[in-house]
Structure formats: structure tokens, C-alpha cells
């Protein structure tokens, strides 16, 4: 038997955990941009300038995980725009050309700014913009169109909210099959699938459907009220596992990389402290360590139940699908050497 108010607690508790995941990882990320290169104190550059190295080493040794993770700590410290183009290139490296395309964005508009008050940070700039350049040819682009909608209205593109500022701008993605989603204020969705093609722009226009018609008669009205608050519906089932999926693989790569992050500062306590005592310098380590390890575990958490959640989900829509096929359809309203700022990173060896 259908229970509307079950549902409706589900999508709430579902978009609630979805929200404080991604909002404990966006805010992770922007708390851990350090001071700004043109007011860092001597400590916060020389920890920046130790992670930065430790970044190089690992990337030289192919370990292309713990030299994002050494470049992400070398920017936590201090903000310079070439730790920042590192941990782009880290993300090509593994990969994630998505997010690569992202970050060597934002590296750009980092540099040059910062090459207003400081002429070495345009080469950066330059190379940032090059090696993004590079990327295009690997990338598709779905430029969105979004017309209609409402105040509170989300558009996902493969399960990734994008901000409303950024409806109108393309949005880097792999190749191949693309899930585009606008969901409205009410609940109510348009799907669309899409191929991405390397190196081209897919045109992608989200609406909501209009209104139903009012009408003619009292009794006619009274049908179609009852006919729509029977046959209309908000995202179906399935939808829910894939999103309650999507927040449990997010909080499993949130426990990953957060995890590696710790063991990190751990093995460098291990390795300054002797007989368990360290000195005071250190503390900082530590409380950064414990704040690794809560969001690691935090992370873990919120992924087991995404995915465990979004598995249950999955099966039991299939079962509703048999369901529904069985029944007769009702009529009615339906509701991603040497060159400029590359080499000079490396040949410098400076954060």
C-alpha cells in the first residue's frame, strides 16, 4: 500500500544527507585554502614548501594519491596558485579529467589575480589556461538551457548539482551517456539522456511542463483533481536509489581521501615525536590529523547508509515496475622539458 507521508519523509531524509555531504565536502575544500602568498607567515610557508615537495616526490614516484593529497596540504597552508595548478595536474593524472577541468578554471582567476601583486604567477596563469586548453579534446560539453523554472529549482548533470549561476555556462563531462535532471520546487522532474561527444558541445533544454487546464465544470473538475492527486507523482523510486547511491559513493570517496589524509599527518607525528612526546610546534599536526580522521569517518558513515539505502530502493522499485505493468493504463493530466608553467613548477620546486 502506498504511503505518501513515508515517501515524502524519505525524500526529505534523503535530500537532507545528500545536502550535508556535499556541504561538508564543499566546505572542507574551502577551509582548506591557506593564507593568501602575500601575507603567509614564515611558518605557514614553510609548511606549505615541505607538503609541496612531499607532493612532488610522490608525483615523480608515479603515487599520484598522496600527491594530491600532499598538494591539497601544501594549499591548506598557503594559497599559491602553482599548489593549486599541482593538484589540477594531479587529477588528470588519475583520471578525473572533470574535476581537472574545474580546478585549472578556478587556478586561472587565482593567478591571475595574485600576478597583480606578484609577475611570477602569470607564467602559472598561462600554463594553467594551456593545459586546460589541452583537455578540451577529451571532454564533451553540455550547455544547458533552463527556462521556466522556479525558486528552488535544482539541475543535476550525472548526479552533480550545478549552481545556478552556471545553468547557462557548458559543463565539462566524460563521453558517452549523460543523465540531465532538472528537479523542481515541487518535486516534480525532467529527465533527459544525452551522448556527449569528445571535443563538442551537447545542447541540453530543461522546461517544467505547463499547467493542466482548468476545468469546464464542477464535476468535470472534481475528476480531473481526483485523476491527478492518483496518477501524479514527484521522482520516482528508482530516481531515489540513484541519488541515495550517488550520496553513499560520495561519502565512501569522502572516507578515502580524507583517510589517506590522516594516515599522512599520522606517519609524520610518528616520525617527529620520540617516546610519544612532541613538541609543541606539533600540535597543530595533531588537531588537523582529528579533524581529517572525523571527517574520514563521518564520510564512511554516510556511505554505507547511502548505498545500503539506495540498494533497498533499487530492488524494491523493481518490484513496483512489475506492478504497474500488470495494471491497465489510467488517462488524465501527468503531473568534466620545458613549457610555460608546467616545467617552471617542477624546475622551481616552489610552492
Same mark, same amino acid.
Given at each position: 500500500m502506498h504511503h505518501p507521508i513515508s515517501i515524502a519523509n524519505l525524500r526529505a531524509a534523503l535530500f537532507t544527507s545528500a545536502l550535508a555531504l556535499s556541504t561538508v565536502t564543499a566546505a572542507t575544500w574551502a577551509e582548506a585554502q591557506g593564507a593568501a602568498p602575500e601575507s603567509a607567515t614564515a611558518e605557514q610557508k614553510a609548511t #606549505?614548501?615541505?607538503?609541496? /615537495? %612531499?607532493?612532488?616526490?610522490?608525483?615523480? @614516484?608515479?603515487?599520484?594519491?598522496?600527491?594530491?593529497?600532499a598538494f591539497k596540504e601544501s594549499y591548506g597552508a598557503v594559497a599559491s596558485p602553482n599548489?593549486?595548478?599541482?593538484?589540477?595536474?594531479?587529477?588528470?593524472?588519475?583520471?578525473?579529467?572533470?574535476? #581537472?577541468?574545474?580546478?585549472? /578554471? %578556478?587556478?586561472?582567476?587565482?593567478?591571475? @589575480?595574485?600576478?597583480?601583486k606578484d609577475p611570477k604567477y602569470a607564467d602559472t596563469a598561462t600554463g594553467a589556461k594551456n593545459e586546460q586548453n589541452d583537455l578540451k579534446g577529451k571532454l564533451g560539453f553540455v550547455k544547458l538551457t533552463v527556462t521556466g523554472a522556479g525558486p528552488g529549482s535544482r539541475v543535476t548533470v550525472r548526479g552533480k548539482e550545478i549552481p545556478e549561476a552556471d545553468w547557462g555556462k557548458p559543463v565539462a563531462v566524460m563521453p558517452g551517456s549523460v543523465r540531465v535532471e532538472l528537479v523542481?520546487?515541487?518535486?516534480?522532474?525532467i529527465v533527459q539522456e544525452v551522448n556527449a561527444t569528445a571535443g563538442s558541445e551537447t545542447p541540453v533544454t530543461l522546461a517544467p511542463p505547463a499547467a493542466a487546464p482548468a476545468a469546464g465544470n464542477a464535476a468535470g473538475e472534481g475528476s480531473a483533481k481526483l485523476e491527478a492527486s492518483?496518477?501524479?507523482?514527484?521522482?520516482?523510486?528508482?530516481?531515489?536509489?540513484?541519488?541515495?547511491?550517488?550520496?553513499?559513493?560520495?561519502?565512501?570517496?569522502?572516507?578515502?581521501?580524507?583517510?589517506?589524509?590522516?594516515?599522512?599527518?599520522h606517519s609524520k607525528l610518528e616520525d617527529e615525536c620520540k617516546d610519544g612526546v612532541c613538541p609543541s610546534n606539533l600540535e597543530d599536526e595533531k588537531d588537523t590529523g582529528k579533524t581529517y580522521q572525523?571527517?574520514?569517518?563521518v564520510g564512511l558513515v554516510v556511505g554505507v547508509v547511502g548505498l545500503g539505502t539506495g540498494t533497498v530502493l533499487y530492488l524494491m522499485s523493481g518490484k513496483k515496475?512489475?506492478?504497474?505493468?500488470?495494471?491497465?493504463?489510467?488517462?488524465?493530466p501527468r503531473v568534466e622539458s620545458v613549457s610555460v608553467g608546467y616545467q617552471s613548477v617542477l624546475v622551481s620546486g616552489s610552492f
Open positions: #606549505a614548501q615541505k607538503a609541496f /615537495e %612531499k607532493g612532488m616526490k610522490a608525483s615523480k @614516484a608515479k603515487k599520484h594519491e598522496d600527491a594530491l593529497a599548489s593549486h595548478l599541482m593538484v589540477a595536474r594531479e587529477l588528470v593524472e588519475l583520471g578525473r579529467l572533470e574535476e #581537472a577541468w574545474a580546478e585549472y /578554471e %578556478k587556478t586561472v582567476v587565482e593567478a591571475e @589575480a595574485a600576478a597583480q523542481a520546487s515541487d518535486g516534480k522532474e492518483t496518477s501524479g507523482k514527484g521522482p520516482s523510486m528508482r530516481t531515489w536509489a540513484y541519488i541515495a547511491g550517488g550520496v553513499g559513493v560520495a561519502g565512501l570517496a569522502t572516507f578515502g581521501i580524507f583517510g589517506a589524509m590522516n594516515n599522512a599527518k572525523t571527517i574520514a569517518n515496475t512489475e506492478k504497474a505493468a500488470a495494471l491497465p493504463k489510467r488517462r488524465g
